[in-house]
């Protein structure tokens, strides 16, 4: 008899994540960053902890509430991490053997990110600073009570960021810190960000990306291309390797120095266009692409509501320089390939899962990776690449898993009526009776250029445990199938990607018998949300939606998303005053007066990617029109609020979603709402 419960919503409290795996050159000790909610369940605390290559011996090595980013020194015998204290991080070093911890740096805002230097001696990192000293020597809280009191000028077109709030004139610089003395050195300074520092092998110089423009006319918000540069140790010789025509994001080098790999795209299908793997010289010279021929996507663009913003390696090259190591989306997984610099490429791994993070051992003998499936919120892994043999390394919410039923979803594909093959999945509600049927719900990803992916979904498993089935598909503009594939929905948004959708849901009826066709639902977060306030207007098949951080009007949205003044011109085609019509024609606001389908909005206050003003236009509209709305608004919440928000507003947007589905929908089935007791709110 199986004597495991439903999963609940407060089960989020439980979870466990890790992740940012390092091998120590010395023991190979695999350091890694646990994260778990804290005690008082408003945020997260973030743990150092220790595991042999074996998966032996899991202790806890750091004790701050919130340490992350460890980084093995050359030699093995130090590990630096960043450790936040009074809202800041600063790179503190422990010794190997244990001891207490010290700081390194004394950032007025602290540091951002940090790299080793091939000796050990000195550690490159970045950090943003002022241009004004005394802006510097405010405290956080003082400064946030000093712009509250003032008045803001604002010059730069992308004045706010989500999740970063107001920009404060600060520009990201690198530094380089001598490990010994504990000195400081500034290394670049000026009107432009340095961001993801690597040395090269000799020491003698560090690799960039930034964009750097040279027209005082131009606009650099404006400018879409970013360039590698590098610059010496003692801040001279600053020197551009490639030609500003292309997007780029992470670069390294090869273990002899010669050459530069980097990351990045040529804009040709602007946020569309499928990320490369190139070369450079690295004294510059022509730039390379050595996956020409590859159409899939270099990184890791799977969603889940598990982990946000992850950072991920650059492109990492084995011993002897002939292969470099990255992930790649495809067909809903995430793996580890290798790419030889002739365009030649395989995977390292395999199976239906998603490999968010990775590092190599130092001889290429072994794979250590951060994966998930859709069982398991995640762990890490050893792979032999030369046994091909795999060992799990932790067991970081065994526990809770050992306590709870879960849904297991099952992969379909279907033909489009245009011919097209979408990658979709089912997964049946907890309890089904054989012979019945129960509601089903549409989850629709955001993006609209990411993927869903063999990942475990907290949301969804919620859902089935609640007595619903639950439909989630890659309709076209997502990633993982190919340039055309992602590029489809670009110009077209609420076109042949919503016919994707209803036919998604048109095949599931018609393969999965236990679905009732009369007792629909859809929900969705950012360009999922926007395409569920489109279907909402464009169709009464479902019976309650949930719309979550929406876009419902291109016309305002240009002006008052952190990246609308260029997202509206890429993605939909136009600016408000140029394609008015246009933007106004592919707003959900403009068919609102066409709405039956009792919906929900969800929406974080402080959201700057989708501002919430998307969400006030809409709910007054449907007041207006009479329809049946309930808006909920949550407090210091930004864009991120379903994948790393506050726990307890995580838990509160779940039982806020199950609550409405279970009052519209789920009320006449015995299996909706069998598990409800805590969650049927809202």
């Not at 898993?401 to 097209?420: A, K, Q």
């Not at 236990?514 to 279907?535: A, C, E, K, Q």
């Not at 408000?576 to 592919?586: F, G, I, S």
């Not at 606001?589 to 206050?605: K, R, S």
Request: with cysteine; aromatic share 12%.
């Amino acid at each position: 008899m199986n004597h495991k419960r439903c999963l609940t919503a407060e089960d989020l409290y439980r979870f466990n994540w890790v992740g940012e795996p390092a091998v120590s050159n010395r023991d190979r000790a695999i350091a890694f960053v646990q994260k778990s909610v804290n005690a008082e369940r408003s945020g997260y605390r973030t743990q150092i902890h220790l595991v042999s290559l074996n998966g032996d011996g899991e202790t806890v090595f750091t004790q701050g509430e919130k340490d992350s980013a460890p980084a093995w020194s050359p030699d093995g015998t130090h590990l630096a991490f960043l450790r936040e204290q009074n809202e800041l991080r600063q790179i503190w070093i422990m010794p190997r053997s244990g001891g207490e911890a010290r700081r390194m740096t004394d950032m007025p805002r602290g540091v951002h990110s940090f790299i080793w230097s091939p000796d050990g001696r000195s550690i490159a990192f970045t950090a943003r600073v002022s241009e004004d000293p005394l802006r510097d020597k405010r405290a956080p809280t003082d400064e946030k009570k000093f712009y509250r009191e003032q008045v803001r000028e604002i010059n730069r077109t992308r004045w706010k960021a989500d999740g970063e709030g107001f920009w404060d004139g600060r520009r990201l610089h690198l530094f380089l810190l001598d490990v010994a003395a504990g000195s400081v050195t500034r290394l670049t300074e000026g009107n432009f960000d340095a961001s993801e520092p690597v040395w090269s092998p000799d020491g003698a110089t560090i690799a960039f990306v930034s964009t750097m423009v040279d027209d005082p006319r131009a606009d650099p918000d404006a400018q879409f291309y970013s360039d590698v540069y590098t610059v010496r140790t003692d801040g001279s010789q600053l020197r551009k390797l490639t030609v500003s025509n292309l997007s780029i994001m992470q670069a390294n080098f090869s273990p002899d120095g010669n050459t530069v790999a980097f990351f990045g795209h040529d804009r040709s299908y602007e946020g569309a266009t499928q990320t490369r793997l190139y070369t450079v010289g690295a004294d510059g010279g022509p730039v390379v692409c050595i996956t020409e021929g590859f159409d899939g996507q270099i990184g890791n663009v799977a969603i889940s509501d598990m982990r946000s913003h992850l950072r991920t390696p650059p492109p990492l090259f084995s011993a002897d320089g002939n292969w470099i190591y990255a992930l790649v989306s495809r067909h809903g997984s995430v793996h580890v390939y290798r790419f030889s610099l002739d365009g030649q490429h395989e995977p390292l791994t395999s199976g239906d899962r998603e490999i968010y993070q990775f590092t190599i051992t130092s001889d290429d003998r072994y794979l250590v990776a951060a994966s998930t499936n859709v069982r398991l919120p995640g762990d890490l892994y050893r792979v032999d690449l030369q046994t091909g043999e795999e060992v799990r390394l932790t067991a970081s919410n065994d526990r809770l898993l050992e306590e709870i039923r879960l849904s297991v979803p099952e992969t379909f594909w279907f033909e489009t009526s245009d011919g097209w093959n979408i990658q979709g999945w089912i997964m049946r509600p907890d309890g089904l009776q054989e012979g019945s049927t129960c509601p089903a719900i549409l989850e629709i990803h955001g993006g609209p250029h990411a993927m869903y992916s063999h990942s475990f979904f907290h949301e969804f498993q919620l859902l089935a445990a609640q007595g619903y089935a639950v439909i989630y598909t890659n309709p076209r503009g997502s990633h993982g199938y190919g340039q055309q594939f992602v590029d489809a929905c670009r110009g077209d948004y609420g076109g042949r990607d919503y016919q994707d959708l209803m036919e998604a849901v048109d095949y599931a009826i018609a393969n999965y018998p236990f679905i009732d066709p009369h007792r629909l639902g859809v929900t969705g977060g950012s360009y999922g949300g926007f395409m569920t306030n489109w279907i909402v207007g464009h169709t009464d098949r479902f019976r309650a939606a949930v719309t979550q951080r929406s876009i419902s009007n291109w016309l305002s949205f240009y002006g008052v998303s952190d990246i609308g003044y260029y997202f509206a011109e890429w993605e939909v085609g136009g600016n408000p005053w140029d394609n008015h019509e246009l933007l106004w024609q592919r707003s959900p606001l403009a068919y609102a007066a066409q709405v039956n389908t009792p919906l929900l909005i969800l929406h974080g206050e402080e959201d700057l990617r989708c501002p919430i003003e998307q969400a006030e236009q809409l709910f007054v509209a449907l007041k207006k029109f009479g329809k049946e709305v309930q808006f909920v608004r949550f407090p210091d919440a930004n864009h991120e609020l379903s994948r790393s928000g506050n726990p307890l507003l995580r838990v509160e947007r779940l039982k806020r979603i199950v609550g409405w589905f279970n009052r519209y929908i789920g009320g006449d089935t015995p299996h909706a709402g069998r598990c409800a007791s805590s969650e049927a709110t809202g």
